[in-house]
């Protein structure tokens, strides 16, 4: 069993940074898949960025999203980061840690967090003037 917990989120400017923690706690190995998800108010979740079984780093929609948003991973921690630079109103949304201990791939089933069964209760984001 894996639990985990966001931290971090906020009422932000546009234009300006918020660096979200996830805290991974029980049964939890970096060989698990583990990523970032968000989700806006009468939009469907999305994958922002994630690590693989191997270590290696994907970010949603297509790449673009590595232009603005950095990923990271303190394995004795157990914590994942996602610093979020240069924010925009359309970030705005409810951020979410998951976890899937059984797949290689982190971005799945179109990078929309299907494969994933262990969530956190999310931070929300909140981009405005």
């Known amino acids: 069993q894996v639990q985990l917990v966001e931290s971090g989120g906020g009422l932000v400017q546009p234009g300006g940074s918020l660096r979200l923690s996830c805290a991974a706690s029980?049964?939890?190995?970096?060989?698990?898949?583990i990523g970032w998800f968000r989700q806006a108010p009468g939009k469907e979740r999305e994958g922002v960025a994630c690590f693989n079984s191997d270590g290696r780093i994907y970010y949603g929609n297509f790449g673009s999203m590595e232009d603005r948003f950095t990923i990271s991973r303190n394995s004795a921690k157990k914590t994942v980061d996602l610093q979020m630079n240069n924010l925009k109103p359309e970030d705005t949304g409810l951020y979410y840690c998951?976890?899937?201990?059984?797949?290689?791939?982190?971005?799945?089933?179109?990078?929309?967090?299907?494969?994933?069964?262990?969530w956190g209760r999310g931070t929300q984001v909140t981009v405005s003037s």
């Open positions: 029980g049964s939890i190995v970096d060989s698990y898949v």
């Open positions: 998951a976890a899937d201990p059984h797949s290689y791939s982190c971005s799945g089933s179109g990078f929309a967090g299907f494969q994933y069964d262990n």
